[in-house]
């Protein structure tokens, strides 16, 4: 079964810090790997995904993520945070088959102070 | 392109009374899966359909179900409501599971 587990529920930063947001999964076949984030009262927004091809994936905001098969780790990435990033985040997984579902982590709490 | 349409945005309802939520997906998206949001609980996958077929299903009880139509959107339904069913529900639509799924903002169901 397919499981993802992100370590620490709330991380806070200063702004212009780095931001390193973890994540390790679980899967029997090759995943697909996916981070969202959640700001207040709303719902999730896609925020890059690993399919196949190059394990660096950029995505949108000046995140970035890194998909490293022999640590099962998807952690995400962005070097100077921003008040703006405050936010939750989750990251996912599926397998990418049919009858597959998206297995959520349980969120980070992202806090970026001034 | 619009996006993930659900409605309503909030709605309270009374324990034993039933709820229909919508959702219309993005043009085009045919997969349409139902997620639901607590604090205890995190994000939980309800069920999904594609061209008005379940094809994945949740380990909910048979108070909650769905249905999909064939313009893809689609309507999940609870009935004889409780108080724990009280969360925020989320719809999300996808073309492929490769190009991701995009989120409705949800639907606010609070249970009194």
């Known amino acids: 079964a397919q499981s993802v587990t992100q370590l620490g529920s709330h991380v806070s930063v200063s702004e212009g810090a780095l931001v390193l947001l973890r994540c390790n999964y679980s899967?029997?076949?090759?995943?697909?790997l996916f981070w969202y984030v959640q700001y207040p009262n709303q719902g999730l927004q896609l925020l890059l995904k690993?399919?196949?091809?190059?394990?660096l994936v950029k995505g949108i905001n000046g995140f970035e993520a890194e998909f490293k098969k022999s640590e099962t780790s998807f952690h995400l990435t962005k070097p100077s945070a921003h008040m703006s990033d405050a936010a939750e985040y989750f990251c996912?997984?599926?397998?990418?088959?049919?009858?597959?579902?998206?297995?959520f982590g349980t969120g980070t709490r992202l806090q970026v102070f001034p | 392109k619009a996006g993930v349409t659900q409605t309503p945005r909030y709605l309270i309802k009374t324990r034993g009374q039933q709820v229909t939520l919508s959702c219309s997906p993005i043009?085009?998206?045919?997969?349409v899966s139902w997620y639901q949001q607590t604090p205890g609980q995190g994000l939980q996958f309800l069920f999904e359909?594609?061209?008005?077929?379940?094809?994945n299903k949740g380990n909910f009880p048979g108070r909650f179900s769905g249905r999909q139509f064939s313009n893809s959107r689609s309507e999940m339904n609870v009935s004889t409501l409780e108080l724990g069913d009280s969360a925020l529900y989320l719809c999300?639509?996808?073309?492929?599971?490769?190009?991701?799924?995009?989120f409705g903002s949800g639907t606010r169901l609070t249970v009194v």
């Open positions: 359909y594609f061209s008005e077929t379940q094809r």
């Open positions: 043009s085009g998206h045919r997969s």
């Open positions: 999300a639509s996808s073309v492929d599971r490769s190009y991701g799924y995009t």
């Open positions: 690993y399919t196949t091809g190059a394990t």
């Open positions: 996912a997984v599926t397998r990418g088959g049919n009858t597959d579902k998206l297995i």
């Open positions: 899967s029997s076949v090759p995943p697909y």
